[in-house]
């Protein structure tokens, strides 16, 4: 695909999707969607790429949708997501319920990690949240902005923020969409960690560097697995299913090198996924 709106750089085992609209602040478009889409599956299909990073080009992660497609939506009396193309479908096919947009992120064998430079709105907002960690610069901006549009929240964020927050505080996020900085957000427990902004893609690269390297492909995959689809379930269920997992890959050669490195006190050698 070329790509116009997002740049998708591999180094070091880690792979850098940039939402690339700065004039913008990076606001969504149907182009965006479409290119982001095939540059997660383009990493969800390489097996020497072990953990993403998304972030935005300049001073802000993303705007939200790009205002004048939502002018055309006013002028239509209807909702358009601007895709012209074919979507790629990274995440699919694991459980049903991620089959669908942005919840896709939850069915990837791949952990994505936000590095939120600056204003996340809407659904920029939405992109971080679908993330499985959000890394933020010290004063970014969040807000859902949905209401203030007069709409309702999108894309399963009624869903998805109570379990990353809370009911009490997805709720004042959702009903007010009050801006909220990476400080209040990492009190919240929506943000992970807050650093300086000129620190941000530094701390995330260590900290995906070491999941890269400190950390089995396998071991990432299935923890992740387990995280989201045990959402769905009851403790006990996830107690069995893990037990059954754990005796599983016991019997592999990455529990095997782990053991090792551990006896040995070095890093592990983990291989390549196959």
Sequence with gaps: MD???VRYVVTDR???VTLDRPERLNAWTGRMHTEYRWCLAQAEADPAVRVVV???AGRGFCAGADFRALEKNVAAGGYDDGVREELATPGYGVRREFDHAFAFHYGMATPVIAAVNGPAAGVGLVLACYCDLR???AGAKLTTSAPRLGLPAEFGLSWVLPRLVGLG?????LLSSRVVLAEEAAAMGLVNRVVPPAELLPATYEYARALAHDVSAASLRETKRQIYGDLHGDVGTAVERSVALTDEMMGGADYAEGVRAWTERRNPDFPDPT
Aim: net charge negative; glycine share 6%; aromatic share 6%.
């Design 3 to 5: 790509l116009h709106v």
């Design 14 to 16: 880690v792979a850098t």
């Design 54 to 56: 998304v972030t935005g």
């Design 135 to 137: 890394f933020a610069a």
């Design 169 to 173: 505080h997805a709720t004042d996020l």
